[in-house]
Structure formats: structure tokens, C-alpha cells
């Protein structure tokens, strides 16, 4: 859940978890463009909320640097890497694992049913 509060200055200040922060960040960089913390913060809770882009004064999209870029894709790799470490001394998997996994079983039964029954129809 974010923290809303003020700073020093008085101001309206939104602090997001790592979980929104993500998601903030892996929207951005498919966009190419900033987003608002408010539309991140919807999209991590799954809500269907469309993005809201942020705007320059005159209207016009602000886009992100290619130092904005690297900086938002080692973050989630960096995000990444901590998950696999820590599934690691759980003794578990990382969940895209676990989806690679079952799409590969899937995969391998449909195969087999295939092979099995042939054009049969069952």
C-alpha cells in the first residue's frame, strides 16, 4: 500500500512499495513514456484503469531518456535477481518459473493426448 503524507515543503508526497513501484516501472518502460503514480497505484491493486501518461505543459507526452530507461530495467532486474535469491534459500521456485513449468506440462500432456487417441475425436 502507498504512503501518502506532506514533505517539509508541504507538499502532496506519494511513496510507493516495491510491489507498485514495479509495476509503475514495467508499464513506463513499455510505454516509453512517464506515467502517474495514481494509474500505477490502480494498476497494482488489478484494477482494469487505463494509464494516465504524464504531460507537459504544452500537452505533449513526456517520453523517457534512454539513462531513465536503464535505470527503470536494472531496477527490475535487480528486483528480480533478490526474488530468485530469496526463492533460493526457501527452497523454492520463482513463480515465472512456476509458470514456465506448467505451460511446459501442459504442453507435454496435450502431446501425449494427441499421440494416444490420434484424430479420434475423444
Known sequence: MAWFGKNNRGRD???????????KYRNE??????????????KAKDEESP??????KSGKPITLNDTQKAFRAGYLKA???????????QGLL???KLKKLAAK???EAREFEADQFGDYGY
Open 13 to 23: 508526497v506519494t511513496l510507493l512499495n516495491p510491489h507498485e513501484k514495479n509495476v
Open 29 to 42: 518502460l513499455q510505454l516509453g513514456k512517464k506515467i502517474t503514480v495514481d494509474s500505477a497505484i490502480a
Open 51 to 56: 494509464l494516465v501518461v504524464k504531460t507537459k
Open 79 to 89: 528486483q528480480q535477481e533478490q526474488a530468485d535469491i530469496f526463492c533460493n534459500e
Open 94 to 96: 520463482p513463480a515465472r
Open 105 to 107: 506440462r501442459e504442453r
